[in-house]
């Protein structure tokens, strides 16, 4: 409803000067009215906790990068610092990996196969004796299986020590070293991320602006995303009028427009920056049949306001075009 009021107010406006001119060079002017708008940033932190600043109040005016509102860190901080040691871990368990098996380790693997060899050989001497032995009737059959069971237990052991020394020697696998290097990559993340928690629990202003609006206050427990405060860009406002069909081929990019606002005798010069494509009806349930034909397209005036004249919501005349002979 008060979007049609608007398109409505400024329709209306727009037959006035065309038809009450005394002179051909106001003829050439269109009038609109409609109202001043600023661009509104609503400010909020990215994560939820207690609030413990927030240091600005309404028609504070701020610059781009302040500190407008902290929240408490405490748990987060206690969560990076458990992160960073499960990091140090992992750091420690991929370059051990890297590193490879001491020395120490494969010289007494080593020492192990020889021993084990060594017995072996042994064992090997004494189960060919005790098969001549046996087959002449001189040794016992027991005997004999004997020294043949403590063959091959020997050589099972040799087999098993052998492949420690090649196992040590060899290294870990690449497969538990890249298994290593994804623990870690995990433990960054996480690191990376709480972090990030506790860079987002400081809100800085994003442009510069004034505060229109404070919405919470030091304290609260907030929730993600909850609404601190508006901060509104006052030194770049503009004027949203509608020019009917008409008129619009008269209204460019660019051209210069006067503009006047209520309590203030002089003239501000602003230029158009916006220009709808769409056509609007005007609003059907307040309008005549006559009316209700009309299209307008909405236009958009930039100002500039670097003494804070123009306010959001305030009232504003636009005035388009030229005298005769101008574009």
Known sequence: MRRA??????????????????????????????????????????????????PFWEGDRVKAGDVVAKLDTADPEHDLARARAELAGADARLRLLLAGNRLEDIQRAEAELARAEADLAGAVLDSNRLEGLADRGTATLKAR???????????????????????????????????????????????????QRI????????????????????????????????????????????ADEPSLSRIHLGDPVKVRVDGRKEDFTGKVTYVSQVAEFTPKNVQTPEERAKLVFRVKVGLDNPDGIFKPGMPADAYFGAPAGAR
């Open 199 to 242: 860079s987002d629990a400081t809100v800085l202003a994003p442009r510069d602006g004034v505060i229109t609006s404070r919405a919470s206050e030091p304290g609260e427990v907030l929730p993600p995303g909850a609404l601190l405060y508006i901060l509104t860009d006052i030194a770049h406002p503009w004027v949203n009028v509608y």
């Open 5 to 54: 009021l608007r398109i409505l107010a400024a329709v209306g406006s727009l037959a006035g000067p065309l038809l009450g001119c005394g002179n051909s060079a106001n003829r050439q002017l269109i009038h609109a009215s409609g109202h001043i708008e600023a661009t509104e940033v609503r400010l909020a932190a990215k994560v939820g906790g207690r609030l413990v600043s927030l």
């Open 145 to 195: 299986d004997d020294a043949r069971t403590r063959k091959a237990m020997l050589e099972r052991v040799v087999a098993a020590d052998r492949a420690e020394v090649a196992k040590l020697k060899a290294g870990p696998r690449p497969q538990e070293i890249e298994q290593a290097r994804a623990q870690k990559a995990a433990a960054e993340a996480t690191v990376a991320t709480i972090e």
